[in-house]
């Protein structure tokens, strides 16, 4: 049995049989993959396209989606192993998964950091635990990491540039009111490098740098492959002659917990809004954000309503690479 947790812990071979199928069910949508299977999708914060893209898909692909809302229209669920339960959780982890195996094939989970423990965000408690106590496949739908929108991002990429190989791929900070997860842009440096891009990160300073975790497994996959990984606080550099620009905003992890103090540094830089300047110093890049997207905030009217815009059809592609992944969970 093999979890859908991070895409590190997967092969590219694998990633692009998941992609290579999702492509298939583009043109073909409906299937009977699922048919006769229920999936458990569990929501511990909001979701639009996540909870639409899975809940449709398991449709037209004959399953039963069974969504859940834990500490609202489910018990609140505790995770520390050996604890006295004495709080406002009513049920453990160990009983949750285990119950919910029983009764689906499959188990999926949206968990985003608390903003308040690095540590143990970065340990991701909620869905490893799953993993832990699960006896059928779990599925990453967006904790600090988020696999499914790293599939359908280069989904898109590839169908229009083909081989990703040596491509130049930008990942660049833009501003938010509020410090947000991580999540996007540690998948987006770790699916770039996985497919063969020469990849940069750019953000205002080293205060905005992304976990190292996720730039030592930057870093490695780009050596594996041959290609470049960098880090800049330069736009200009930033920008210069990039195939493809991936824009998404995040806290920086030295204020993590203090969102009052790190807003007053981060006001310091609405100047790294995607804007038409910067995308012509590009070669015709491609632009991209995993949405929702603040309009001339993280990005402007103009960027956004351009040709070089595919974020719509990055988030429509989202359908059918999770498509695809439950039929391959599901088969294996």
Same mark, same amino acid.
């Given at each position: ?5 991070? /895409?590190?812990?997967? &092969? ?152 990703? &190989? ?7 900070? /833009? ?5 947000? %997860? ?44 041959? /290609?470049?990984?960098?880090? /800049?606080? %330069? ?5 210069? %002659? ?11 992890? %030295? ?50 309503? &351009? ?26």
């Amino acid at each position: 049995m093999k979890n859908f947790i991070s /895409t590190q812990d997967w &092969s590219k071979a694998e990633l692009q049989e998941i992609l290579d199928y999702a492509k298939d069910l583009k043109k073909n949508k409906f299937q009977q993959t699922l048919k006769n299977k229920s999936v458990a999708l569990l929501f511990f914060n909001p979701s639009m396209r996540t909870r639409t893209s899975f809940e449709l898909g398991i449709q037209e692909l004959g399953g039963y989606a069974i969504v859940l809302h834990p500490a609202k229209d489910a018990w609140p669920i505790e995770f520390k192993p050996n604890t006295l339960m004495d709080g406002e959780s009513e049920e453990h982890i160990i009983e949750v998964a285990k119950v919910l195996s029983e009764y689906c094939d499959l188990i999926a989970v949206r968990a985003f950091p608390k903003f308040i423990n690095l540590e143990e965000d970065l340990s991701d408690k909620v869905i490893n635990s799953f993993a832990k106590y699960s006896t059928v496949p779990v599925i990453n739908m967006e904790t600090i990491t988020h696999p499914c929108q790293e599939l359908a991002h280069i989904m898109t990429m590839q169908e229009h540039f083909g081989d990703l &190989s040596g491509k130049d791929y930008l990942l660049t900070w /833009t501003y938010h009111p509020k410090p947000l %997860n991580t999540a996007v842009a540690n998948s987006s440096l770790m699916i770039a490098s996985k497919f063969g891009m020469n990849v940069k990160l750019l953000c205002p300073n080293k205060e905005y740098l992304l976990h190292q975790n996720y730039l030592e497994q930057a870093q490695k996959n780009c050596d594996v492959n041959g /290609t470049s990984f960098q880090i /800049t606080h %330069n736009i200009e550099e930033g920008y210069r %002659n990039a195939h493809i620009v991936y824009a998404k905003s995040w806290g920086s992890l %030295n204020y993590y917990g203090n969102p009052e103090e790190e807003k007053l540094i981060r006001d310091d830089f609405k100047h790294f809004i995607v804007d038409e300047q910067k995308m012509s110093l590009t070669k015709d890049a491609k632009f991209s954000h995993c949405l929702p997207l603040r309009r001339n905030i993280k990005a402007t009217d103009a960027v956004m309503d &351009s040709d070089s815009c595919v974020a719509i059809q990055e988030a429509g592609n989202r359908l059918h690479v999770q498509k695809s992944l439950l039929t391959k969970l599901l088969k294996d």
